[in-house]
């Protein structure tokens, strides 16, 4: 989709938009040229998603939800969440300890989740969430203001990674997704990177001329020739995070949810045009020049480079399925089949068949499970075994 297309689909900012937009891009525009000219893709999307008090997801717009940009899967459906505080109870029953979620949206996820573990007498010492988004972390305080007292009193929001390692499970719903990423383009079999430059009143793609060797490294691996033009995304954020994340967990699982591909898929001969997408208004488009930090920008994840950046840090890849295996697993066909009244039988209903579709949510996001000293089959990895593809 080029530019004008991009435009042409999306609805006009309103003025507020407009200003912080007009803010970003100039912020932005002052670092490309501190940096000579130049700046990487994965500086832009930091830039664009993270700056401070005016990145996307650090100023206060409505990110998610109906009066926002995307809808993830605890939105569509609190099956979704019920589903996860199953496996959730089976690694707690066991570790005892806490639990943490990384970047917990509007909540909801959270709220269901600790109720679904009362019900299982599954709860965590401690549910403590990591959040970047000032206005998420008000919607969060929000929702979860509304539970019982005994449920309320377990929230604690953090700053940073806690500095001591913790027993029991660490939970990160689309966050890989929204790693900056670099882009790079294969010229004369050969990746070199896609940097940003300034280009009339916004940005524009321009190559380094220099070989990107970390990406050159990995293409070089793959069984196939990708074709010259070809464009596609490398995290290199991808290590650190996961080992970071690695240095919290003592004893238990890490569940990484999120769209992404293993990596010969990732990097197939046809995906000439990568993965990069933004959202704006329930609208996606593949232009983050546009709508620069009242937009979304993400890439797809390549679940390969994930188990190997944890394998890196001891942590052991006990688990890989798509979505619809891993709801199927923790039993989201009983949780349809105990509504008994029709009208929410058939919501719920519903309601599954957009998170097990192929065509919805289904196929396209997977599940992984990263461990620390735990050795015991998990029920949301019991109907499928996609490790073999990474």
Known sequence: MTASAAHSI????????ERHCAAAVALIRERIRGAGGWISFATFMQLALYAPGLGYYSAGARKLGPGGDFVTAPEVSDLFSRCLARQCAQVLLQTGGEMLEIGAGTGRMAAIVLESLAQLDALPTRYAILEVSADLRERQAARLNLLPTFLRE???WLDALPASPLRGVV???EVLDALPTQRVIVRDGHARELGVVIADQ???WSEHHEVAAAADALLRELPHALPDGYVSEICLQT???????????ERGVLLLLDYGLPRLHYYHPQRVAGTLRCHYK???HDDPFINVAVQDITSWVDFTRVAEAAVAVDLEVRGFVTQAAFLLGTG???LVAAATEPVEHARLAGEARRLLLPGEMGEAFKVMALTRCWCDAMVGFTHQDLRPSL
Do not use: D, K, Y
């Open 154 to 156: 377990r929230v604690v």
């Open 171 to 173: 939970v990160a719903n």
């Open 202 to 204: 916004g940005f524009g």
């Open 332 to 334: 989201i066909e009983a």
């Open 10 to 17: 999306l609805p006009p900012l309103s003025p507020e938009e």
């Open 282 to 284: 329930h609208l996606a």
């Open 239 to 249: 290590e650190p995070w996961i080992a970071s994340i690695g240095q919290c967990l």
